[in-house]
């Protein structure tokens, strides 16, 4: 090898981003488990029979393998497939409805862009085992919760329903075939255009008559009741896609009654998503700070889980796209920025005084504060206090002879310079709330 690397499309991320992401996943676990959600975690690897079959025109992008003993294995390329197969391999153990959380890589062959990686991090959240509408604006409501504790500004999460769709392809005359380069092409409004749709769905054999009735329902905005309102008019001729705008409703009551802000949710008969096996409510999380793409999606898939289980099992879910937060916040200045998980810094003067500061960052580890020591009591008090101010730690403590005789601790605040001498047992609270 003659340069040294790593894979385009996979990242490596150093202390500062991990930091970020760090946070990032703190805050989600935490709002999923005030949900009540369990944590689960699969392997990375899964029998490539296990991913195939599932992802329709996706399926091209599965990274798949054959091993030392000539099995044919499949890095997973979502975490909802691998919770199928779990569902179904333990079913005499879970009870439904399972509300779990799982959190790790997945892999897609995809070109790599920004935002976009072949090595990306996901947070999945489901309610496995049940079809009400409460789970589906469940999860809508813990999304809403998370994407606000990260501090995200002006997100809103675009809600459709997969038989809002089917019911626009049939009333524009199109059979269940062509339905699904309708979709895929209605997908990427946001991208080309209305005129870039009605350009796809013309080549798509659709009529132009046809592609303008389409374009005209897609198009339909508002406040999400009176969206409802005027599909339900025009797809009154297509009973599926009328009890898919009743299921819309009765999500839109629960996400009201959760006390989600009506701003943070909007219909828009315009998403479809990508993924083949949705076939209920579909979602996708937008901020206007990332024109990019989804910070988020996910659905209900009542189907899938029944593909391993041999039953039905109603299903709903979301996968956070970590590497969209972290991409995002990073930009927009939001989260941690620190490189160090440390706060505080204890410089050493010399040997043999090294035992002192020892046990001072002893005493302030115990009490929770996290402390780097110098290794290097041989260096000069300003090359320590460089390390320190490197490192971005807020406090660096000297522990000098005067100071040790006089039972004090020189405590330095390297955000504004201001230093001063404090009583060694005074000095967790002269640093304050961050200890
Ligand atoms: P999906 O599994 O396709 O429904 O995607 C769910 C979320 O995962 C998306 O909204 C993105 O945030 C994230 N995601 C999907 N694909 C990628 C990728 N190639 N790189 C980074 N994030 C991705």
Known sequence: MSKVQNIKGMRDHLPQAMLLRQHILAVVTRVAERFGFEPLQTPVLEYAEVLEGKLGDEEKLIYRFEDQGGRRLALRYDQTVPLARVVAQYSGTLTLPWRRYAYGPSYRGER??????????????????SSSPLADAEIVALLSEALAELGFPGFTTLLNHRQVLGGIARVSGLDEQAAGG?????DKFDKIGAAGVREELLRLGVSPAAADQILLLVQIEGEP????????????????????LENLRAIL???????VPAERYRVAPRLARGLA?????????????????????????DELIGQFAGRPIPTVGLAFGID????????????????????????????????ASLSL????????????VSLDPGAGLGKQLKEADRKGVHYALVLGPDELAR?????????NGEQRSVPREAVLAAMGAEG
């Open 112 to 129: 790599p862009a920004r935002g976009r990686y072949r090595e990306f991090y996901q947070f999945d959240a489901d309610i496995i085992g």
């Open 182 to 186: 309708v979709y895929r092409a209605i």
């Open 225 to 244: 009741a009176a969206v409802l309102a005027e599909l339900a008019g025009r797809l009154a001729g297509d009973a599926r896609a009328t009890a898919a």
């Open 253 to 259: 009551v629960g996400l009201a009654a959760m006390g």
């Open 277 to 301: 096996y949705y076939t209920g409510m579909v979602f996708e999380s937008i901020t206007p700070h990332w024109p990019e793409g989804s910070l988020l999606g996910g659905g209900r898939y």
């Open 324 to 355: 969209r937060l972290h991409d995002v916040m990073e930009e927009l200045g939001l989260g941690p920025r620190a490189s160090s998980p440390a706060t505080a810094y204890v410089t050493i003067f010399g040997a043999e005084l090294a035992g």
């Open 361 to 372: 960052a002893r005493e302030l580890r115990a009490a929770g504060v996290n402390t780097l």
């Open 407 to 415: 039972g004090e601790v020189v405590l330095k605040d390297l955000r």
